[in-house]
């Protein structure tokens, strides 16, 4: 098989997977959803300076909102099947081309606050990421990732719902707060 036929095949084979993570529809109303399966590494330090290697596996969902000719202001959570871990707002700039981005984001809360800081690359049809953060409970516990990686795809709620794949996963964007999306909301569209 030519080197060409066998990247399109290994392209469609990853998207297919990719598309069998099932996902429920989100009340939010992006512009459009990036959905990553990542793999975050790092150390959680606890009162009393205990360290622990940290492993974890989940979801990265990003909702994007348009804000400018390459920017986008956007809202993130990382989870697994089970429940969000944490959650971020913030803002991903783009190249022109639309192949690589910077995403930068954070959400302090008196519970809990959290962080994000990487890049995006889009390279025939899946996005990467690759990326730093953490979480901390603002009282005796921070978690940190040194590398979050992972692949995903641009979610298109069309061919979700014809595939019959929404439904078992933990629904997306459920933390988020209504009134802090709605300061978002007329923040991104005041400009």
């Not at 990553?36 to 596996?57: C, N, P, R, T």
């Not at 990003?62 to 099947?81: Q, R, V």
């Not at 901390?136 to 641009?154: A, H, Q, T, V």
Request: aromatic residues 14%; hydrophobic residues 40%; charged residues 25%.
């Amino acid at each position: 098989m030519k080197r060409g036929k066998m990247a399109v095949l290994i392209g469609v084979v990853l998207g297919l997977v990719l598309f069998s993570f099932p996902v429920r529809g989100q009340d939010l109303e992006c512009d459009y959803v990036l959905s990553f399966a990542v793999s975050a590494k790092g150390i959680d330090v606890e009162d009393g300076y205990d360290l622990w290697g940290v492993l974890d596996h989940g979801y990265l969902d990003i909702c994007g909102l348009f804000n400018g000719a390459t920017t986008d202001a956007i809202y993130a959570e990382f989870s697994d099947d089970f429940d969000v871990y944490w959650d971020i707002y913030g803002t991903v700039i783009w190249n022109p081309a639309g192949t690589r981005a910077y995403i930068q984001g954070s959400d302090i809360k008196e519970e809990m606050s959290s962080y994000l800081d990487g890049t995006i690359r889009w390279s025939r049809g899946l996005y990467r990421i690759s990326a730093a953060g953490g979480v901390n409970d603002g009282y005796s516990f921070i978690l940190r990732y040194n590398s979050i990686l992972g692949y995903g795809s641009l979610d298109l709620s069309e061919v979700l719902k014809a595939s019959e794949l929404e439904g078992s996963r933990t629904p997306r964007f459920q933390k988020l707060d209504q009134a802090k999306l709605k300061k978002w909301k007329e923040r991104v569209s005041s400009k």
